[in-house]
């Protein structure tokens, strides 16, 4: 079974900290993700990134960035990090398209961070 | 761009109740369809896909058809129990070549005894 993992099921921070979510993989996917989920406004990315060292820019970025070292580790950056940013964090991962053939688009969650600044 | 469009919840229903949730989407080219739930306090789990028009994907007594003539991937289950309380998403293998996929706000499902 894949298996993806966060470092912290809940968080809590202060005003102006920095902030660090991290998330493993243990399935050997190129693509990872960050979202945020919100009541009423679902799930929204905030980077992904499709192989080590890369990253893209998701729906909603400002005030974060991300690291990706190896592989089956992303990292999720909150450089200082505000009430607004208090939310669950659920990363993913998933397997990048090859360029033919069949492949699974299927992501993968991990269980997600609750994270609450003070 | 591609979107999708689910029911807005809380759904309540009583055990054995049949349960539709509706979900309608836009997108450019022939994407793949998702349903994931999210039990409390746990990430989102893969319920069910279909990845071309008139698939059906089945899971644990839920299913779902892709229809292209209605751009719909309604979610229905014959007979819920208090254990499939949860939030449902919709989603959608989005553009692109990195694999994306685009959610739907989610329906939250309280099913009673």
């Known amino acids: 079974d894949v298996k993806v993992t966060q470092s912290s099921r809940y968080l809590v921070k202060r005003t102006g900290e920095k902030v660090f979510l991290e998330c493993v993989q243990d399935?050997?996917?190129?693509?990872m993700f960050w979202y945020r989920q919100d009541p009423g406004l679902g799930l929204r990315l905030i980077y992904f990134s499709y192989d080590v060292k890369m990253k893209e820019k998701g729906d909603i970025p400002e005030g974060y960035s991300v690291s990706r070292e190896k592989k089956e580790r992303f990292s999720l950056i909150l450089e200082s990090a505000s009430t607004n940013q208090t939310s669950m964090y659920l990363c993913?991962?998933?397997?990048?398209?090859?360029?033919?053939?069949?492949?699974?688009?299927?992501?993968?969650f991990g269980p997600g961070t609750r994270l609450t600044v003070l | 761009g591609d979107s999708v469009t689910q029911m807005e919840g809380p759904v309540t229903l009583s055990e054995e109740a049949f349960l539709t949730i509706n979900c309608t989407y836009t997108a450019t080219g022939y994407p793949s369809l998702f349903w994931y739930v999210q039990y409390p306090g746990e990430g989102l789990q893969l319920l069910l896909k279909?990845?071309?028009?008139?698939d059906k994907g089945s899971n644990k007594g839920f299913e779902a058809t892709y229809r292209k003539e209605t751009t719909s991937f309604h979610l229905e289950k014959g007979s819920v129990q208090v254990s499939d309380s949860a939030v449902y998403f919709c989603?959608?293998?989005?553009?692109?070549?990195?694999?994306?996929?685009?959610f739907g706000k989610g329906t939250k499902l309280s099913v009673k005894p």
């Open positions: 399935m050997d996917h190129e693509n």
């Open positions: 993913a991962s998933s397997f990048l398209p090859p360029r033919s053939g069949e492949y699974t688009d299927t992501q993968y």
């Open positions: 989603a959608l293998s989005g553009g692109g070549s990195q694999g994306n996929l685009i």
């Open positions: 279909a990845t071309k028009a008139d």
